[in-house]
């Protein structure tokens, strides 16, 4: 009897487990049996296995092998643990117990000929491995930037499973960490001097980066509804290292990362189709659920266009990650959960036939309902910012030049800074995360300014969550002015922006 042991990682949501994989070699007819409760990809990789390692100028036990990957009740999905197998089933043919593989973590799914390709999910990994205090681990080259990011863990890539083997013998090197990993081109940012004319817009736009407000713009088409919410992203300013190891994790599981730019630094800006379903927008799948558009949107911009044309239940779905800042999937083999803190940006048309002259409008009052009824009320009363674009006039084509996006950055940078410095008690750094409680007790503006906001509570215009959520928007438009506190006139313009009827 011979017997191997190898480890890898199995991931949870954003979480990682480590897996033990044992190979043993007994008496009895030839034959591999894989057994902890694995998934079809990772049943497959019996074939990968032994392909690899008889390419790779071994031979192949020809007797029976049992592979076993325990936790035994924990379900394994995928082929992140062709490499760890390949190695246990070499070390228990070969009677080799190698130190490095005792202390090392391996990841990678294997090619016929032996090569190891990348994987996804590996940040995570790699975090789970150095969590649980692994001192190395081995990953795809393919992965290799992306592992670096993970400081206290010594990483390395590789390219073949026979140039692991040789390195488990000391008679080869494997590709070291690459330094810098994170450092890349910056992503391009369009300008918000593109856009001509809207101002209340504009305004708007900068009052949501300021505090990650939600914000809904219906109007007409080719007003440039779209154009503003492709900007926003340029507004926000980069993400914290925690951040963006966060980020960066849930797009390397959702297989989005890409290979030159490892680590992602500028909030994402994600923008599903109308057709999308429920899956897409919260995350699903069989097995263990993946991560969907709002997890993918985290940290950044969630951008619905033509969201009237969404489908209800999609959008309902998006109440709860709306107010828990994550989302929470039960399904067949456990549940995952992934953040979801991100900005909500819709743009929507008045109505079906959305003519460019309200005049031209062919709908009947029927029809405009059922298309706006589609936004609940329970939904819309998440969103803070409304705003109702109107077309402009030819001459602004001419006369008319907007902000560039680099000027109300910086405003929005120092009201964010100054957000942060106020609610860092609380532990949280913007506006829109601000507990109500905190805003009605400890940090309660003045009695003016209570009065306005008690007045559209008696009178049925807000109810209590409206009430604090335009104490939030009334807070962004004073960092925005350098104010200390939010006056009367800082809560009247968040109250019209809070009912949709600024001007």
């Known amino acids: 009897m011979a017997l191997g042991r190898a480890y890898a990682v199995a991931i949870r949501g954003l979480d990682g487990i480590t897996v033990e994989i044992e190979a043993d070699i007994t008496g009895g007819l030839p034959g591999v049996h894989l057994v902890g409760l694995p998934d079809t990809a990772l049943q497959e990789s019996r074939n990968r296995v032994r392909a690899a390692i008889t390419n790779c100028g071994n031979s192949w036990p020809d007797t029976r092998l049992t592979l076993a990957l325990s936790p035994a009740t924990l379900p394994k999905v995928g082929s992140m643990y062709d490499v760890a197998l390949a190695s246990a089933v070499l070390s228990a043919h070969l009677k080799k117990a190698w130190p490095r593989l005792e202390k090392t973590v391996l990841l990678g799914e294997l090619a016929l000929d032996g090569r190891v390709r990348p994987v996804n999910g590996v940040l995570p990994a790699v975090l789970a491995a150095k969590r649980d205090g692994w001192p190395t681990v081995v990953v795809p080259c393919g992965n290799l930037a992306e592992a670096s990011l993970v400081d206290g863990i010594e990483v390395w890539g590789v390219q073949s499973l026979d140039q692991l083997q040789r390195w488990f013998t000391g008679q080869a090197r494997l590709a070291a960490r690459i330094e810098d990993a994170g450092a890349g081109a910056a992503p391009h940012c369009l300008d918000l001097a593109d856009l001509i004319g809207q101002t209340e817009a504009r305004v708007a736009v900068e009052i949501a980066a300021a505090g990650a407000h939600h914000l809904l713009l219906t109007g007409p088409p080719g007003i440039g509804k779209t154009m503003l919410a492709q900007r926003l992203p340029g507004l926000l300013p980069e993400l ?112 079906p036939c959305a003519p460019t002259d309200p005049k031209d409008c062919l709908c009947n009052a029927g029809a405009k309902r059922r298309y706006q009824g589609k936004l609940s009320g329970p939904l819309m009363d998440r969103v803070d910012l409304k705003v109702e674009m109107h077309p402009i006039r030819a001459g602004a084509f001419t006369h008319e030049v907007g902000e560039p996006t680099a000027a109300v950055r910086a405003r929005v940078a120092a009201a964010r800074e100054a957000a942060a410095t106020r609610w860092r008690g609380l532990g949280v750094r913007t506006n829109a995360e601000v507990p109500g409680p905190a805003l009605r007790h400890e940090f309660r503006p003045g009695e003016a300014t209570m009065a306005l906001l008690r007045t559209a509570v008696d009178r049925g215009k807000l109810n209590l969550r409206g009430a604090d959520r335009t ?33």
Do not use: K
């Open 240 to 351: 914290t290292e925690e951040e963006a190891i966060e980020v960066t994790a849930i797009h390397s599981i959702a297989g989005t990362l890409a290979p030159e730019t490892p680590l992602i630094t500028r909030p994402t800006f994600i923008a599903p189709h109308h057709s999308s379903t429920v899956a897409a927008m919260v995350g699903g799948g069989t097995g263990m659920a993946r991560p969907g558009a709002v997890s993918r949107a985290h940290r950044g911009v969630l951008f619905l266009d033509e969201c009237a044309e969404i489908g209800t239940h999609v959008l309902e779905a998006l109440r709860t990650p709306l107010e828990d800042g994550e989302i929470r999937l039960a399904r067949r083999d456990g549940v995952a959960r992934y953040p979801a803190r991100f900005q909500l940006v819709m743009a929507a048309n008045p109505c």
């Open 471 to 503: 104490l939030r928007i009334a807070w962004s438009i004073a960092d925005l002015a350098g104010a200390n506190s939010p006056t009367p006139d800082h809560v009247a313009t968040a109250l019209s922006f809070r009912q949709g009827g600024a001007r």
